[in-house]
């Protein structure tokens, strides 16, 4: 089993950036792929991107491509959320998960943190 943790939100405005972090404790966090979620009030969770066991591919969901970037450094046992040019429809809670599985569906992922909010004014 993995715990995460993840840190960072905060209240930014729209055009700045912010990184969060997801510390992953327990079983090495360089087994599983990682993956960045989030969600608004009043709607689904929705993927953000993922992140190889051996960073060799991420992936992003077409609202994020070229302003979010995922990485993970596997001594540390973190993943990494930059996220650039912020708007205010980033604003939700930011969940990292990880599992053995290389998916873009939150069902296939096995262990959460609690979550992070970011919001971004205008």
């Known amino acids: 089993q993995v715990q995460l943790v993840e840190s960072g939100g905060g209240l930014v405005q729209a055009g700045d950036s912010l990184k969060l972090s997801c510390a992953a404790s327990?079983?090495?966090?360089?087994?599983?792929?990682m993956a960045w979620f989030r969600q608004a009030p009043g709607k689904e969770r929705q993927f953000v991107g993922n992140?190889?066991?051996?960073?060799?591919?991420?992936t992003y969901a077409d609202s994020v491509k070229g302003r979010f970037t995922i990485s993970r450094d596997n001594v540390k046992n973190t993943v990494y959320l930059q996220m650039n040019s912020l708007k205010p429809e980033d604003t939700a809670v930011y969940y990292c998960?990880?599992?053995?599985?290389?998916?873009?569906?939150?069902?296939?992922?096995?262990?959460w943190g609690p979550g992070t909010q970011v919001t971004v004014s205008s």
């Open positions: 327990g079983r090495t966090s360089s087994s599983y792929v």
């Open positions: 998960a990880a599992d053995l599985r290389v998916s873009a569906s939150s069902k296939d992922y096995a262990y």
């Open positions: 992140i190889g066991r051996s960073v060799d591919y991420t």
